[in-house]
């Protein structure tokens, strides 16, 4: 498989936010998305084997890891680590697009399901039986970038009927101040959480393998 970085971090999302993570952030992404953080992981990444990915993870000594991309799961080898790492005893996170099947992802791990806004460009890509496969420890994100946006996926929530899931609200870096989404949120009592990418926080916007 093609690997962008193997890194160790603090986990900046979801609800794991603030733990110690294992990144195996895998190359290739299936979207174009407008805001996109991690253009670099298109294309190139070196070439490794599951072997060579899970003896690198094991040298941090951290027990939470999480594969991401790009999209981890546009690569078919990205199953087979995720059930591999499984196997060894980690605790596993899966940040994917949404517009790939999950059905063949190891049941052990944890999902964080992005449901594409409107404003990301790419909301047609969203593969909406996915929400169907969700175990009660996946949790599903949306990306804000502006009230359209919010506006859809409250949306979305209702028309779905996903409260009571671990629903995260996430702003667009530069776009949407923190602020100003946690206000509309109050205000209408939506039933989602508030995060924030806490390792750009950290270490800055731009800096990669964080």
Known sequence: MRVTEIFHSIQGESSHAGRPCVFVRLTG?????????????????ERMSIDEVIERVRRYGCDLV????????????????????CDEGFEVLIETSGSIDIEPVDRRAKIILDIKCPGSQEAEKNYWPNLEKLRPHDEIKFV?????????????????????RTILFSPVWGELDLKTLAEMMLADRVPARLQTQLHKHIWGADVKGV
């Open 29 to 45: 992404c299936n979207l174009r998305c407008r805001w996109c953080d991690s253009e670099y992981t298109f294309t190139g990444g």
């Open 144 to 164: 804000i970038g502006d009230r359209a946006d919010y506006d859809w996926a409250r949306g979305v929530i209702e028309e779905r009927k996903l409260a009571g």
């Open 66 to 85: 999480e594969v991401t991309g790009g999209e981890p799961l546009a690569q078919k080898e990205g199953f087979d680590l995720i059930g591999r790492l």
